[in-house]
């Protein structure tokens, strides 16, 4: 048996998320459904984790055991060939049997887009969160950086059907910070892990510092894991992008 360790980008506006949900598209569905036909039997496509629908990724990590002995450069062309457009195998290597694409990363980096000019271009409007309205970018540059550290996320995290496991909500960001351009902010953040809805979250969270609501001591509560304070409010998906996983480099 060989383990195949996958490099996808994809566009995840017409799909319902990362994770197989019956009846419905999703990215895993869509490479389980390819692999599997290349396998001749069921396939597990399993991935560094799960995007959320609408969410799009230029450096997901998936990874599936085969026994078909197509060499790597020929099985991503395979693939890529029977896959839509919206879905891309940028790279396949073979690895160690017991490589597991979540457990085995080290760290995550996402990337938001928000789109400050007046007219969104019909082209960008997919890949952005358009928000042409006022808002304080000063106060959000400053907020930014403050979410760098180990805390407790609870404040920023969607329920999660793995909540009932009792696991816990604190996580560590390496690097957060925004990016203003001229026509955009750009928000990248760098962490150990995230939750549901985690970054969509942050984001909310330091667009409302943008409007006045949110000072340094109403984050400093979120991260605290002050359970009094409503989660969120969420940035749309559209404007969120997975931009890497990275592993130990042995």
Known sequence: MRRIRITIAYDGTDFRGWQVQPGLPTIQGTLEEIVSGIEKKPVHVAGSGRTDAGVHALGQVAAFTIANPIPVYNLRKAINRLLPPAIRVL??????????PRYDAIAKTY????FRAEICPPFEHRYVYHHPYP?????????????EGEHDFTAFAAS????????????????SGIERLPDRMIYRVRGSGFLKHMVRNMVGVLI??????????????RLAGDASIPTGPTAPACGLFLVSVEYPSS
Not at 91 to 100: G, K, R, Y
Not at 138 to 144: C, I, K, Q, T
Not at 160 to 175: I, Y
Request: aromatic share 6%; charged share 35%; proline share 4%.
């Open 91 to 100: 790279a396949a290597e073979e690895v160690p049997l017991d490589f597991n």
């Open 111 to 114: 990337e938001y887009r928000i």
């Open 208 to 221: 409302e510092g943008g409007k006045g609501n949110v000072d340094r001591e109403g984050l400093l509560r």
């Open 135 to 147: 808002l304080d970018e000063a106060a959000m540059l400053e907020l930014a950086p403050m979410l």
């Open 160 to 175: 999660d059907d793995r909540d009932a496991q009792g696991h816990s909500k604190v996580r560590t960001v390496f690097a």
